[in-house]
């Protein structure tokens, strides 16, 4: 009989089900991405209302399926309410998650990619970090941990503090690389850098969360 287990994951999806149920989808340490059932996460005074909404990071106590978990129970360490708060930083927030969502697997190791999201999420609500830049630092290092990145058609054209930067996030791991601040200019020449490795990457694979960003912030 399968026990119940227990990880540490953020919460990257949820939608209703059936009349009172919510279905997730949580990035986990220790399993990857994975679906699960909320049973009566929908009623207001459901221990797990609030556990299951987007941006929640927790330890969750889950108990696995054939085809998903059941959520049992969850330990909140972090509920980014600022993200609720805040309109535009909450686009650049739902952006992450499914970026995360669509680059990530079941029982994979998805440590790197948890670490990164988390931290871009709350640099986010750092008042010191401008949100296109957390976007584009997420971007670049997503790519190179998917071990994507052509580094060295870079050299030419750019500046010091652009190649500086690409090589800073290469031989950083992804949960210090929101540690400094660019001028609009150098972000303006990495955003072109990550268009051009995601083209690339993505085989045209459009992010319906950042049209919304970009109909939303411009």
């Not at 399968?2 to 220790?30: H, N």
Request: proline fraction near 2%; glycine fraction near 4%.
């Amino acid at each position: 009989m399968a026990e119940t287990i227990r990880t540490p994951g953020m919460v990257l999806k949820t939608a209703p089900s059936g009349d009172y149920d919510r279905r997730v989808v949580i990035l986990t340490k220790d399993f990857g991405k994975i679906s699960a059932f909320a049973r009566g996460a929908r009623r207001q005074t459901n221990h797990l209302c609030a556990a299951t909404d987007f941006f929640i990071f927790a330890e969750f106590k889950l108990f696995p399926g054939r085809s998903a978990y059941t959520l049992t129970d969850a330990s909140v360490k972090n509920y980014f309410e600022e993200l609720r708060n805040d309109f535009d930083a909450s686009l650049y927030g739902m952006y992450f998650l499914e970026v995360a969502e669509y680059n990530t697997r079941e029982n994979n190791d998805e440590q790197d990619v948890l670490k990164l999201l988390y931290q871009a999420c709350r640099a986010l609500v750092h008042p010191a970090y401008d949100n296109e830049l957390v976007k584009v630092i997420f971007d670049l290092k997503m790519l190179m941990m998917q071990g994507s990145f052509h580094r060295g058609e870079y050299d030419e054209g750019y500046s010091s503090t652009a190649r500086y930067t690409l090589d800073h996030l290469l031989a950083t791991e992804p949960q210090k690389v929101f540690t400094f601040t660019l001028k609009e200019e150098v972000i303006a020449e990495l955003k072109r850098i990550a268009a051009v490795e995601r083209r690339r990457y993505s085989d045209g694979h459009q992010y319906k969360s950042e049209e919304m960003l970009s109909l939303t912030l411009t």
